[in-house]
């Protein structure tokens, strides 16, 4: 009898242990709530900035807490943007680029929550583009997960960012030429480079603010503009535009990582300069369509103005007479003679045996000839008999000497390869001596080429 007690006892605390649990998990089920409703917000903050872009991030409103995690679908819509700016509803800004902007998918609400974020990031070059204007940024909420909507009358937003407050004109890159605006006058030895070719107009570009990612920029000419430089009195009246198909320049210009300077070359052939004797040439050369960042337009241009009399060259070699002080064994005239030497043949060449670093080459003209730049052509084989030491001396009484030039450790990479050395500051001798004191070794033989010496005006 006793048993029987203990049992219903025992079951009389089982069921009331079970009604005490499901009560308890009453009171702890999560109240029911209804979907909230999303819309779009214009508030902005975190405003970050890198080299490549701006971000800033922007809230969301929602009706109420969310009772689940649910996300909110976005894009980029610059289409509302362009409408509105176009009917007047938006006024004093600029619609940036919808390529430039990127946007996060979706924003994501948490539990709880009653604002979402996300982040909106426009390309530095586009901020630049527009600085000191307000751009206008739009996007559109697209859905919202977990049975929750969109306020369909607040489902796009606009932000409006002053680029005043983003950056400062220090910060803009602006590329631009280091001659912007200016004319660059090739004349005297003056901004140009001579060659057996041509002459090479050397142009920089600069990059301001700090450099980062590689990029690109076009390189145009604008022969138009000369002439009416011409008539406003820019350029000399004698000047015209340097014919298009009568000189090289490359169409874009490459600018490495982190590099803040980039330089390239008008090229002009010796046959251009002759053809226009008194006269100049110019070209205008304009900087245009950055892959990156933005051109300066006050410095997006520079003219370059070659006068053809002060930068032509002649050849005055066959004006002197020729010697050495030791000749090949069958004398000047043999087939490997001295004479070989300066006989603008590109075929021949003067070997000299026994060479003991003593070589003595003149020129003597009748008249002092102002002597700019001077080639030597390496032999048509065996490099180890090249010249690699040697000195230029000028004179106008043959006894008194100055050194206007002297080389030391030179190479001729190749065969037959002609190298051109200038003279820094060119003076009108009549006589010329170059004093070989060394080849490359060996051997006991000498070669050389051709020895051509170059006037300048």
């Not at 922007?58 to 689940?68: E, R």
């Amino acid at each position: 009898m006793k048993t029987v007690k203990n049992i219903g006892f025992i079951i009389t605390l089982l069921c009331a242990f079970a009604a005490c649990r499901e009560t308890a998990l009453e009171d702890f089920r999560p109240v029911e709530t209804s979907a909230v409703q999303v819309s779009a917000g214009t508030t902005i903050k975190n405003v970050t900035k890198t080299n490549e872009s701006l971000t800033v991030t922007v809230g969301l409103t929602l009706s109420g807490h969310a009772s689940k995690a649910f996300e909110v679908g976005l894009r980029v819509n610059q289409d509302t943007v362009l409408k509105q700016l176009e009917a007047g509803t938006l006024k004093d800004v600029s619609a940036v680029s919808a390529a430039a902007v990127q946007i996060d998918n979706v924003a994501k609400v948490s539990y709880g929550s009653d604002v979402a974020e996300f982040r909106i990031a426009i390309t530095r070059t586009e901020v630049e583009r527009h600085f000191g204007k307000k751009i206008a940024i739009g996007y559109s909420l697209n859905d919202a997960s977990k049975e929750n909507n969109i306020d369909e009358k607040n489902s796009v937003g606009i932000i409006i960012l002053n680029t005043a407050e983003l950056l400062t004109v220090e910060d803009i890159h602006y590329l631009s030429f280091q001659t912007g605006g200016d004319i660059v006058t090739a004349r005297d030895r003056q901004n140009y480079n001579s060659s057996s070719g041509g002459i090479s107009i050397p142009l920089t570009v600069n990059l301001a603010s700090f450099p980062g990612n590689a990029f690109s920029i076009d390189i145009v000419t604008d022969l138009d503009t000369v002439q009416r430089m011409v008539t406003a009195g820019t350029l000399p009246p004698n000047t015209v535009a340097l014919p298009e198909d009568r000189f090289t320049v490359d169409d874009k210009l490459s600018f490495r990582s982190n590099a803040s300077q980039a330089t390239f070359a008008v090229d002009v052939p010796w046959s251009t300069i002759n053809e226009n004797e008194g006269k100049l040439l110019a070209v205008v050369v304009r900087l245009r369509n950055p892959s990156l960042h933005i051109v300066d337009p006050a410095k997006s241009f520079t003219t370059i103005l070659i006068d053809c009399d002060n930068v032509l060259e002649e050849d005055v070699t066959n004006l002197g007479v020729f010697s050495v002080n030791r000749d090949n064994g069958g004398g000047p005239d043999a087939a490997e003679g001295s004479k070989k030497m300066v006989d603008n043949n590109f075929t021949s060449k003067f070997l000299q045996p026994d060479f003991t670093g003593d070589l003595v080459c003149m020129l003597v003209f009748p008249e002092p000839q102002k002597i700019g730049a001077y080639t030597l052509t390496s032999g048509n084989d065996a490099q180890q008999r090249d010249p690699n030491e040697w000195e230029l001396q000028a004179s106008n009484d043959g006894v008194n000497w100055t050194t206007i030039d002297s080389r030391r450790n030179e190479t001729f990479a190749n065969r037959l390869m002609t190298r051109r050395f200038n003279i820094a500051y060119p003076v009108a001798y009549t006589h010329y001596r170059l004093n070989i004191t060394s080849i490359v070794g060996g051997t006991n033989l000498f070669q050389i080429t051709e020895w051509r010496m170059i006037k300048v005006r």
